[in-house]
């Protein structure tokens, strides 16, 4: 069968270029060997902000007193349930994908697709034709030699998001996004979590204050955060884990009931045909130009397998680009340096451009201005009073980056996204008047002390 696009991967960069593509008056066909939607919505972003929302609930109900709210009994956490109510909410969003397919027109073809010739892909033994064809197959949890995953004892995000039950210890390797948001989410129903990373601080990508924020509310949550930390080995001995680490006291032994491997993600290359069409690919990505084009005409790749962070909203964006470069259109090609970032453990981290550290790597002086939700009106009246909003702004006072930490402020970010990618400056922000009483007024309060002139400090 001849298609126009053919699309490898349904994920948030496969299905948004099928759908931008089929919009755009091309015959379609998406290749998925899983679910529709990808890790993303099947086992990944949304079933963990479900699970997230369960924990979120949980502590809100143990702190109801605070409130002034009477809970008769005891709360406890039924992690069955919140399982349940997790796969729920991916079964429903996966829903909503294949009925976007379908009022598309886009053919949904099950199988794994390989490229054997230019513009030709095999499924499952079916042969395929395309005039384009776009990788989108994503990643899966990098393996390390030192940490053997077997699915019960040493887990990986896959498996942490379907435990049956809560164990009692859990060592978490990694502390980026996914191995904060289940340290917070098990920390949270009690579970004695520690954070083990080999960086010197931990989200060792975020703004150092950021790390800072973020180490002492992990420890409010009881959890360890050991930094500078090497494992030199894992091993399962009768139902506990022994965990081999080295830092900053030497060697020492840690056990766990569980220990959740979060050191990154792996592209899915490997038996797609790259090596057969002599695709090029450097330190495990393929290799694309602006426009996601590789070496080989017609062959395209997005997302994960690429060289830009692996978030799905760069892969969604990617896959717009791409798409639209096929059909013509000269499309803007992605900014990378204006990528917002989230992660959702409590408090919330957000952020988007450049940390104070990168803009002294590269020689940009900047003005910091911040402002503490301890001096919001609306996070005391909430009783979220953690975390800060942290702005820079370059010497022509356009935003060069914003960092922020509290209750909600992943909702926040895209103000400061905008502001990055409008070149907006300190002056523009506080001249736009916000909402009295919001989170959001503390946006304009960091640009005022920016300037110089805060009102509020």
Same mark, same amino acid.
């Given at each position: 069968?001849?298609?126009?696009?053919?699309?490898?991967?349904?994920?948030?960069?496969?299905?948004?270029?099928?759908?931008?593509?089929?919009?755009?008056?091309?015959?379609? %066909?998406?290749?998925?060997?899983?679910?529709?939607? %990808?890790?993303?919505?099947?086992? %990944?972003?949304?079933?963990?902000?479900?699970?997230?929302?369960?924990?979120?609930?949980?502590?809100?109900?143990?702190?109801?007193?605070?409130?002034?709210? +009477?809970?008769?009994?005891?709360?406890? /956490?039924?992690?069955?349930?919140?399982?349940?109510?997790?796969? %729920?909410?991916?079964?429903?969003?996966?829903?909503?994908?294949?009925?976007?397919?379908?009022?598309?027109?886009?053919?949904?073809?099950?199988?794994?697709?390989?490229?054997?010739?230019?513009?030709?892909?095999?499924?499952?033994?079916?042969?395929?034709?395309?005039?384009?064809?776009?990788?989108?197959?994503?990643?899966? @949890?990098?393996?390390? /030699?030192?940490? @053997?995953?077997?699915?019960?004892?040493?887990? *990986?995000?896959?498996?942490?998001?379907?435990?049956?039950?809560?164990? +009692?210890?859990?060592?978490?390797?990694?502390?980026?996004?996914?191995?904060?948001?289940?340290?917070?989410?098990?920390?949270?129903?009690?579970?004695?979590?520690?954070?083990?990373?080999?960086?010197?601080?931990?989200?060792?990508?975020?703004?150092?204050?950021?790390?800072?924020?973020?180490?002492?509310?992990?420890?409010?949550?009881?959890? =360890?955060?050991? =930094?500078?930390?090497?494992?030199?080995?894992?091993?399962?001995?009768?139902?506990?884990?022994?965990?081999?680490?080295?830092?900053?006291?030497?060697?020492?032994?840690?056990?766990?009931?569980?220990?959740?491997?979060?050191?990154?993600?792996?592209?899915?290359? +490997?038996?797609?045909?790259?090596?057969?069409?002599?695709?090029?690919?450097?330190?495990?990505?393929?290799?694309?130009?602006?426009?996601?084009?590789?070496?080989?005409?017609?062959?395209?790749?997005?997302?994960?397998?690429?060289?830009?962070?692996?978030?799905?909203?760069?892969?969604?964006?990617?896959?717009?680009?791409?798409?639209?470069?096929?059909?013509?259109?000269?499309?803007? @090609?992605?900014?990378?340096?204006?990528?917002?970032?989230?992660?959702?453990?409590?408090?919330?981290?957000?952020?988007?451009?450049? #940390? +104070?550290?990168?803009?002294?790597?590269?020689?940009?002086?900047?003005?910091?201005?911040?402002?503490?939700? #301890?001096?919001?009106?609306?996070? =005391?009246?909430?009783?979220?009073?953690?975390?800060?909003?942290?702005?820079?702004?370059?010497?022509?006072?356009?935003?060069?980056?914003?960092?922020?930490?509290?209750?909600?402020?992943?909702?926040?970010?895209?103000? @400061?996204?905008?502001?990055?990618?409008?070149? *907006?400056?300190?002056?523009?922000?506080?001249?736009?008047?916000?909402?009295?009483?919001?989170?959001?007024?503390?946006?304009?309060?960091?640009?005022?002390?920016?300037?110089?002139?805060?009102?509020?400090?």
């Amino acid at each position: 069968m001849k298609y126009d696009v053919l699309v490898v991967g349904s994920g948030p960069g496969g299905y948004v270029a099928a759908i931008r593509a089929a919009q755009l008056g091309k015959r379609v %066909g998406l290749v998925e060997r899983a679910e529709t939607g %990808g890790v993303c919505l099947n086992w %990944g972003c949304i079933p963990t902000k479900a699970l997230l929302k369960s924990a979120q609930i949980y502590a809100h109900c143990k702190a109801a007193e605070q409130y002034g709210v +009477e809970i008769g009994g005891e709360v406890r /956490p039924a992690l069955e349930k919140m399982v349940a109510r997790s796969r %729920g909410v991916a079964e429903t969003m996966n829903k909503g994908v294949q009925f976007l397919l379908k009022k598309n027109g886009i053919d949904l073809i099950a199988g794994f697709g390989r490229l054997t010739a230019p513009g030709h892909l095999d499924v499952d033994g079916t042969a395929y034709e395309a005039d384009h064809i776009v990788l989108a197959t994503g990643a899966r @949890p990098r393996e390390l /030699p030192s940490l @053997p995953v077997d699915g019960r004892r040493i887990i *990986t995000s896959r498996e942490a998001l379907t435990l049956s039950e809560l164990p +009692e210890t859990m060592i978490v390797v990694g502390s980026g996004a996914i191995g904060s948001e289940f340290a917070c989410f098990y920390a949270t129903l009690g579970v004695k979590v520690t954070v083990v990373e080999y960086q010197p601080r931990m989200m060792p990508l975020e703004d150092e204050e950021v790390s800072k924020t973020m180490e002492r509310a992990f420890r409010k949550l009881r959890a =360890t955060v050991l =930094t500078s930390t090497t494992v030199k080995q894992a091993r399962i001995v009768g139902d506990r884990c022994e965990v081999e680490i080295e830092g900053k006291k030497g060697s020492e032994m840690l056990t766990a009931d569980v220990v959740l491997s979060a050191v990154g993600v792996q592209a899915n290359i +490997e038996g797609i045909g790259l090596e057969e069409l002599g695709v090029a690919v450097e330190r495990g990505k393929i290799v694309v130009d602006e426009y996601y084009r590789t070496n080989v005409a017609g062959v395209y790749a997005i997302g994960d397998i690429v060289g830009g962070p692996a978030l799905a909203h760069v892969a969604s964006a990617e896959a717009i680009c791409c798409v639209e470069a096929i059909c013509g259109l000269k499309p803007r @090609p992605v900014d990378y340096a204006t990528i917002p970032s989230c992660v959702f453990t409590t408090p919330e981290v957000a952020s988007v451009g450049l #940390t +104070e550290a990168q803009a002294a790597e590269r020689g940009i002086a900047v003005k910091v201005g911040r402002f503490p939700f #301890t001096a919001s009106g609306k996070a =005391t009246a909430a009783g979220d009073r953690d975390g800060f909003v942290k702005l820079l702004f370059d010497e022509q006072g356009k935003l060069a980056g914003a960092h922020l930490v509290g209750a909600g402020v992943t909702e926040m970010l895209a103000e @400061p996204t905008l502001a990055r990618t409008l070149g *907006t400056t300190a002056e523009a922000i506080v001249r736009t008047i916000h909402a009295h009483p919001t989170i959001s007024e503390g946006i304009a309060e960091a640009a005022e002390a920016a300037l110089g002139h805060a009102i509020h400090l």
